[in-house]
Nanobody, 117 residues
Framework: QVQLVESGGGLVQPGGSLRLSCAAS????????MGWYRQCPGKERELVAT???????NYADSVKGRFTISRDSAKNTVYLQMNTLAPEDTAVYYC???????????WGKGTLVTVST
């Protein structure tokens, strides 16, 4: 099994920055893709960014140029640097891990990001 623990959420003013972290732990898993999704109240969960084991990245159009995803393979950790935050970025941010060997997607419990004055 895989456990994903997110950290780094909180309250930030518009135009500010936050960095989210997600550490994967457990045994017998392979990291093919890690990523971040977010869910606003009353809306469906949406992709924010993903990064593959070969460091290929993908971003939602709404965050391109503002957010950067990166990883530390030695620590099984993925990061999301969020700059120029806006109120519409307010959401619960979820970390994900895809293990291609078993075609299974794992989720963290989420961390709340609130962008407000």
């Amino acid at each position: 099994q895989v456990q994903l623990v997110e950290s780094g959420g909180g309250l930030v003013q518009p135009g500010g920055s936050l960095r989210l972290s997600c550490a994967a732990s457990g045994s017998g898993f392979r990291i093919d893709v890690m990523g971040w999704y977010r869910q606003c109240p009353g809306k469906e969960r949406e992709l924010v960014a993903t990064i593959t084991s070969s460091d290929r990245t993908n971003y939602a159009d709404s965050v391109k140029g503002r957010f950067t995803i990166s990883r530390d393979s030695a620590k099984n950790t993925v990061y999301l640097q969020m700059n120029t935050l806006a109120p519409e970025d307010t959401a619960v941010y979820y970390c994900s891990l895809f293990d291609g060997r078993v075609s299974q997607l794992f989720w963290g419990k989420g961390t709340l990001v609130t962008v407000s004055t």
